[in-house]
Structures are given as structure tokens and as C-alpha cells.
């Protein structure tokens, strides 16, 4: 079967060389150029990541806003979809990424079950991104070792301390929650389905401050490399939703601002009992 398909693939491109005629335009790509930039994707514009046929990261990868990578189906999930191009050999990874900045706040994505099967080299990616230094992920890979756990957390960039959390997660089959709450002292991570949850909290520096940043998610090859079993990879995203910050509720908030107020009626205390003090002994 693939000596057949190379056989014509080197037929199509000596058409045009043995005909000599400037006519003949023949695409020599397996991906659909006739698709939209942008896509709606839970009520919200999505832009779909096109290379151009140029290697960009993460990867670095091909990208292709075919309707063969990315759609949306009737029921409103989305598709997203590694696909191959036999002719040339090559993989084709897909990406969106929101019109709209969020922000602090709560940011939830549903998945279909299945991720948790990807090939050891292949990464689904669910993330805030503005650059390499201000990043919130989560992930679901092995990074080429089939008996590594296949979730992660992090917090970019992943090489300070404490800055990645790895689990194992299997739905079972079920549906799965995965999100983080974004706040300006800590974030929240989690993944649950009805009968398991997985959480961690993140404290410290290095949390992005909101800006331009945008909602990424992806399913690309790692260092792109052709899947193991070289196979064409699929992960439906059932709905994506924000949740604008309640962030003033977090224990952190609310122990900061306690703490102010009573270091400030300490410090206002303490004025007084001077000045008490002080009275009463002019009067002696």
C-alpha cells in the first residue's frame, strides 16, 4: 500500500517536469487550503496556527489550519488532529489560540476520553501563553518513555524548583475536567471526572501578572518526531470555560489583607499606650 501511494506521488510530481507546460498546478499537500484563519469554539474566536509550511515550535512542527487538523463538529467539541502527509512524509500538528485575553480567573477544559492513550511522543497541551517566562500548562505526555506518568502541571519555566508537578490520569472512559485558577498569589490545578480527582496548589514567585496574554491548546509531536507507531493522533475537546477572578475569596488574599489590618491596629495600639504612658507620668 505504501509502495502504491509513492508510485503516484512521484507520477504527480513528473506531470508538470515530462509536459513542460507552465499550466498544469498541481498541490502537492494533503491539507485543505480552503479553510477559515479563525474558528468559534465555545463561544469564543479562535485563530488556527498556520506555518506555512515553515518548522515552528513547540517541536518544532509542521502546523496547518486544515479542516483535517482543526474543526469543530455538530455537537460543538473540538477537533483536534495530527495528521500525515504520505507524499513528502511528513506530520502535521494543530493548535488554536484565543482572539480574547482572560485574565485572572478560572479557566476549565472538558475532554473526551482518549488523551490518556497518546503516543509517547505526542503532547496535548491546555495553557495560558504570553511567552516562555509567563506560561500556565497542563500537559498529558510521556515525553518518549511509555512507562512515564502521562499528566503534568507547570508553571514556566519548569526547570525552577518546584515549578512542575507530574500524576498519572486515566478517565476510565469518562469524561475529565481539567483547569486552574489564576490568581495573583497562587494557582490552583485540577483534574477530576466523577469518580477521581487529581489537585495541586502552586505558592510562590514567578506568577505571570494578566496582560496580552491568549488560551492555547495544542497537540503537536515532541521535538517532532513521527509518532512511534506512526499513526495519525485525534483529541476532542468537549468545551472550554472561563470563569472571570474571584480571587479576593483565596486564602492567601484574604490572610494578606487580615495580616495588614492587624499589623496596622498593633502598630496603632501601641501609639496609644505610649502616649498614655507618657501622660501620666507628666501628671505625677
Known sequence: ????????????????????????????????????????????????KNSNGALWGPGPNLWNDSIQNVWADSNGSLHLRITHGLCLDQWFCAEVYSVQSFGYGTYNFTLASGFENLDKNVVLGLFTYLDDLNEIDIEFAQWGQETAQNGQYVLQPSW??????RFD????????????RWCKNNIDFWSFTESQEFSWRYYGSGIPLPSSEHVNMNLWLMQGLAPSDYTETEVIIKSFEFIPSDCADSPIS???????????????????????????????
Open 160 to 165: 525552577k524548583p518546584n515549578h512542575i508537578e
Open 1 to 48: 500500500m505504501k509502495f502504491k501511494t509513492l508510485k503516484w506521488c512521484t507520477i504527480f510530481i513528473l506531470i508538470p517536469i515530462l509536459s513542460k507546460s507552465p499550466n498544469i498546478n498541481i498541490d502537492m499537500s494533503v491539507e485543505s487550503s480552503a479553510t477559515s484563519e479563525t474558528i468559534m469554539f465555545s463561544g469564543y474566536e479562535w485563530n488556527v
Open 254 to 284: 484574604v490572610w494578606w489583607v487580615f495580616s495588614f489590618f492587624l499589623v496596622g491596629f498593633i502598630g496603632i495600639a501601641s501609639t496609644i499606650v505610649v502616649l498614655i504612658i507618657r501622660r501620666k507620668k507628666k501628671n505625677r
Open 169 to 180: 490520569f486515566d478517565p476510565a472512559g469518562e469524561d475529565s475536567v481539567h483547569g486552574f
